[in-house]
């Protein structure tokens, strides 16, 4: 049960410093406690973990316009931060996790400025059927966090400019750009700004737990830790992802997210696989990748090994990871 909340708001806007710092507290955050940690991101594009950046992502533009090239260890897709976006992170342990609960504080806070906001399937927070947050979600071991964006005035004209959006994903939303189905909360009020938002999310964060929350300073986080693992989202092996020289790749979109698959075969063997994927369940796709590797390149063997792949019981809900497996089985045997 939750019993201590703190909040942390930086004006660091390096990217690769604040996914450093988010992963530190995530890691570090005990037993019924629960951080809300507030940041913004200076002209980035943050790829999901699994995600093949060079197709998400225009890398080349973005780099030379000045931009950052930002890997995050969550799934899900491709996002656009500027400064007209306020990110949120809640960091605590799985037995005090509630998705419901923590999107009711950013539902609240918006409550609090007169927007009427709604949940809209498994990670999206919309008004007026458009999307001003999109969430995603990490648990490794005990520790868990729930990330997401606020767009309060964030430039949609970047954002189509350095994203590669999967025209099928845009079709199975019913829209025909991503500027269209996202909004900026400036719509709803005008005189919003990121201060008022910090505002209400704190106010919120303590009405919907029901406790005072306490600010954490920045500078009580160990500067050391926070270097190390600033370095390693800043580096080229974590941004990019080793390439390997493939022989055979397959893809497609489901309603679960895209997966795209790369394989290395000599002698009929799989010896090394990339695999791309936006879906929200990252720790499936990365149990999938390992237990492929090392297998016959055949269809029978291949599709025998993803049905029979063992899920951990805590893991995504049955009736997704069956379907999972069925597509991903199903595409193998088109392709083979």
């Known amino acids: 049960m939750i019993n201590k909340l703190q909040w942390l708001a930086t004006d660091n806007t390096y990217p690769y410093q604040n996914l450093a710092m988010e992963e530190y507290l995530t890691m570090n955050v005990g037993p019924?406690?629960?951080?809300?940690?507030?940041?913004?991101?200076?002209?980035?594009?943050?790829?999901g973990k699994n995600q093949n950046c060079w197709k998400e992502c225009k890398v080349n533009s973005l780099e030379k316009d000045g931009g950052f090239l930002v890997r995050r260890l969550s799934g899900g897709g491709a996002v656009f931060h500027d400064m007209g976006n306020l990110n949120f992170t809640f960091c605590l342990q799985h037995d005090d996790y509630n998705v419901e609960k923590q999107q009711s504080v950013i539902l609240r806070a918006v409550q609090m400025l007169g927007i009427h906001g709604e949940r809209t399937g498994r990670n999206d927070i919309t008004v007026d059927g458009r999307k001003f947050s999109g969430n995603a979600f990490l648990r490794v071991g005990d520790q868990c966090y729930h990330h997401g964006t606020i767009m309060l005035n964030a430039n949609t004209e970047d954002m189509s400019r350095y994203l590669n959006v999967d025209k099928k994903k845009l079709e199975s939303k019913g829209v025909a750009s991503v500027k269209s189905r996202v909004a900026n909360l400036i719509e709803f009020k005008p005189d919003i700004t990121v201060p008022m938002m910090q505002?209400?999310?704190?106010?919120?964060?303590?009405?919907?737990?029901?406790?005072?929350?306490?600010?954490?300073?920045?500078?009580?986080?160990?500067?050391?830790?926070?270097?190390?693992?600033?370095?390693?989202?800043?580096?080229?092996?974590?941004?990019?992802?080793?390439?390997?020289?493939?022989?055979?790749?397959?893809?497609?979109?489901?309603?679960?997210?895209?997966?795209?698959?790369?394989?290395?075969?000599?002698?009929?063997?799989?010896?090394?696989?990339?695999?791309?994927?936006?879906?929200?369940?990252?720790?499936v796709i990365c149990l999938f990748k390992d237990a492929l590797t090392g297998q016959p390149y055949s269809e029978k063997d291949m599709t025998s090994v993803i049905m029979n792949t063992e899920i951990p019981a805590d893991g995504p809900p049955t009736d997704i990871v069956l379907s999972m497996k069925k597509d991903i089985a199903n595409l193998i045997q088109r392709e083979i």
Not at 213 to 221: F, V
Not at 230 to 238: G, I, Y
Not at 243 to 267: C, L, S, T
Not at 274 to 279: E, G, I, Q, W
């Open 32 to 47: 019924g406690e629960c951080i809300m940690y507030l940041w913004q991101n200076r002209h980035t594009v943050v790829i």
């Open 199 to 283: 505002d209400v999310l704190v106010k919120a964060f303590q009405e919907v737990y029901g406790l005072p929350a306490e600010e954490l300073s920045e500078n009580s986080l160990p500067a050391d830790e926070i270097s190390a693992l600033t370095d390693k989202f800043s580096s080229w092996d974590w941004k990019y992802g080793r390439k390997i020289p493939f022989d055979y790749e397959m893809a497609d979109r489901f309603d679960w997210g895209d997966i795209q698959m790369q394989f290395h075969v000599n002698g009929g063997i799989i010896k090394e696989i990339n695999v791309f994927s936006d879906a929200m369940d990252q720790e």
